[in-house]
């Protein structure tokens, strides 16, 4: 039976390392694109980045279109990667971006974060208000501050965002330093059950030759 000595096992797990970490490594267009998109009243807001903390190039072309393919608009990302589209209706809205190199991006605002007083929302008429409850009027003040609210919660929504794409990457790193280590684990086991082999059939050698004495 021919043994794998224990340097071929070295070298096995050098280029297993050699591999992993030449994928960990690899430059930025490796890494996912991430982004994301959220309303403000018609506002639609949205950013375009990488998994590592990068955003997308200015003038990042964004194709926007409706639930059918319909092309409602075209945007680009300004210096932070980050776009604003005015919705004209309440209907989905996607966000199609290609960032080259075969990473593309597909965000989807869905219809009812959206004002329902645009049209095709569900905003009730003055006719049927009047059958049911007392309508609230909201004022000039009131919906401003509404406004408000919502950019703030926006402002501070999108930070969080790319906390969390690091935490990813961060973590994905993480695996594969752990994957590292539980090769060299299972390396050095392969070794040391080969040198063990390798010593008992010394052993038996020797007592057959002093046997043979």
């Known amino acids: 039976m021919k043994l ?7 070298k096995q797990s050098l280029l ?11 430059p930025v267009h490796a890494h996912n694109v991430v982004g994301g998109v959220y309303a403000i009243g018609n506002q639609i807001e949205g950013e375009i ?17 409706d639930a059918q393919g319909n092309l409602l608009g075209m945007i680009e990302t300004d210096s932070e990667g980050l776009f604003v589209f005015t919705a004209q209706q309440r ?8 960032l080259s190199s075969g990473h593309v991006l597909e ?10 007083s645009l049209p095709g929302g569900n905003a009730v008429s003055n006719a049927d208000m009047s059958q049911t409850s007392t309508p609230v009027n909201f004022t000039g003040d009131q919906i ?17 965002r790319k906390e969390l794409a690091e935490y990813k990457e961060k973590a994905s790193l993480q695996d594969v ?4 280590g539980y090769i060299f684990g299972l390396c ?23 046997g043979q004495v």
């Open 4 to 10: 794998i000595m224990p340097s071929r096992i070295l």
């Open 16 to 26: 297993a390392l050699m591999t992993l970490l030449s994928l960990s490594l690899m």
């Open 49 to 65: 980045g990488f998994s590592n903390g990068d955003m997308a190039a200015q003038g990042t072309e964004i194709k926007v279109s």
């Open 91 to 98: 209907i989905d809205h996607q966000f199609f971006a290609n």
């Open 107 to 116: 965000l989807l605002l869905p219809a009812d974060e959206l004002p329902e």
């Open 144 to 160: 401003a501050f509404q406004q408000m609210i919502e950019k703030a919660v926006a402002k501070q929504v999108k930070p969080l």
């Open 177 to 180: 330093i752990g994957g590292i």
């Open 188 to 210: 050095g086991i392969g070794i040391w059950w080969r040198q063990r082999q390798l010593d008992q059939l010394k052993k038996q050698s020797s007592s057959e030759k002093q």
